[in-house]
T-cell receptor, first 112, second 112 residues
């Protein structure tokens, strides 16, 4: 049990729609990162939030955006969904001063 | 460019048959190397962090080792419940934040 909870577990959306994925991490974990994992691939870094501000971003277009809230919850928003956005989306949190990232169970997004 | 390569892609073992998984990496300044276990449709589960060449860590039937260019995950007398995908990741610095760069994983199947 990592204390990182993601919702929903599964989601089906139509191409062109928008989606919001949610993550709740443990109290005090002030750094949250989001990853995209396509089938058969390792997770790829999307972006990271620290104290409610984005402080790092991977090679993803601006239609991928996020928010972090004071209660340590976080959102990943994806606009104008494309078929290639179908993947497992993972949220990970890190304790202050720590290096280990603890992952949630993920949200499986299918775009049709 | 930071890169992680894992081999083999898939490995089938008989229960009790020991083996090793390989993770080779190139990173500008290793800050940490991580091993995760991932079950199908789930988020990665943290196993080990290694920081410097020569370091070793153990947990039950698993032992992780680190050299300057690669890491090994040794599995001694595996059981069917050890079947999973094992992911290796390095901690890299990019765009003002630390991120994990993952390999594609090794899918381990242990037959009874």
């Amino acid at each position: 049990e990592t204390g990182v909870t993601q919702s929903p577990t599964h989601l089906i959306k139509t191409r062109g729609q928008q989606v919001t994925l949610r993550c709740s991490s443990q109290s005090g974990h002030n750094t949250v990162s989001w990853y995209q994992q396509a089938l058969g691939q390792g997770p790829q870094f999307i972006f990271q939030y620290y104290r409610e501000e984005e402080n790092g971003r991977g090679n993803f277009p601006p239609r991928f955006s996020g928010l972090q809230f004071p209660n340590y919850s976080s959102e990943l928003n994806v606009n104008a969904l494309e078929l290639d956005d179908s993947a497992l989306y993972l949220c990970a949190s890190t304790v202050p001063g720590g290096t280990e990232a603890f992952f949630g169970q993920g949200t499986r997004l299918t775009v049709v | 460019e930071d890169q992680v390569t894992q081999s083999p892609e898939a490995l089938r073992l008989q229960e009790g048959e020991s083996s090793s998984l390989n993770c080779s990496y190139t990173v500008s300044g290793l800050r940490g190397l991580f091993w995760y276990r991932q079950d199908p449709g789930k988020g990665p589960e943290f196993l080990f962090t290694l920081y410097s060449a020569g370091e070793e860590k153990e947990k039950e039937r698993l032992k992780a080792t680190l050299t300057k260019k690669e890491s090994f995950l040794h599995i001694t007398a595996p059981k069917p419940e050890d079947s999973a995908t094992y992911l290796c990741a390095v901690q890299a610095w990019e765009g003002g934040s630390e991120k994990l760069v993952f390999g594609k994983g090794t899918k381990l199947t242990v037959n009874p």
